[in-house]
């Protein structure tokens, strides 16, 4: 039975999220509880839970940044964004945030120059601001050990394609010419090594018969727009953690 494309992905989204509460209830892991990365919200519930405080990184479009802020609109998202960082001067996710009343640390190419002090200064500006999580929005900068270390196990990344295949900055790209029937989206927690870090969450797109990249690439977009504020919001419930022996990521219910 055919199923329109949106349908399908609603119904795929929702299988994962089931498989992952399957997998959360049968957890093996033994120090889980020394692993939980949002201990002081564990356990609060949704009625008097205080919003994610988050800080969102970007270079470009900003329309996953965008997405965050209508499900927070919504009401679907329980988060407040407290900072963007851009690394473009010109990125247009820099409109998006004024637009929300967001205040926004503006890099240019020269603040980078000493990579350190660039991932310090940012670090610095997301502390001040009260994040507790850092989301990484389309951010084509090395994330570096003055963030990582600032926020341990709490900084997050969007990545076009099913990881641990295709990494890198042309993903879907990569995948299309490969050839692959099924890509998708992987949110994960990033560490030093790009694109390797434990997987949080993915989502499958299947890749039609002969459509261009340019469908692909749209219904890619429309699967980050969906399961990112999802995955922010189970880290807002404090669902998630990270197992230290296995790497592997529990959600829980
Ligand atoms: C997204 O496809 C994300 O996966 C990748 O960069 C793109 C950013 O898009 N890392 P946008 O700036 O959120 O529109």
Known sequence: MLMPVDVRRKLSLRFLVSIGLLIGSGNSCRRLSDALLSNERKGM?????????????????????????????????????????SSRPDAY???????????VLVMNREAYADTSAANQRIADALKDAGAEYVVMAGYMRMVTAEILDAFPDRVVNLHPALL???KGAHAIEDAYNFGVKVTGVTVHFANADYD?????AQQPVEVLEGEP????????????????????QLLAEGRVSVCPETRKVNISN
């Not at 996710?93 to 205040?103: D, L, Q, S």
């Open 45 to 85: 519930t949704a009625q008097v839970q205080e919003p994610l405080n988050i800080g969102v990184l970007i270079s470009g479009s900003g329309s996953n940044l965008q997405s965050l802020i209508d499900h927070i609109d919504e009401g679907t998202l329980s988060a407040k964004i407290s900072l963007v960082v």
């Open 93 to 103: 996710g820099i409109e998006r945030a004024k637009k929300a009343g967001i205040p």
């Open 164 to 166: 641990p295949s295709f």
């Open 196 to 200: 390797k870090g434990p997987i949080i």
């Open 213 to 232: 990249i340019e469908a692909l690439e749209q219904r890619i977009h429309s699967a980050e727009h969906e399961l990112y504020p999802h995955v922010i």
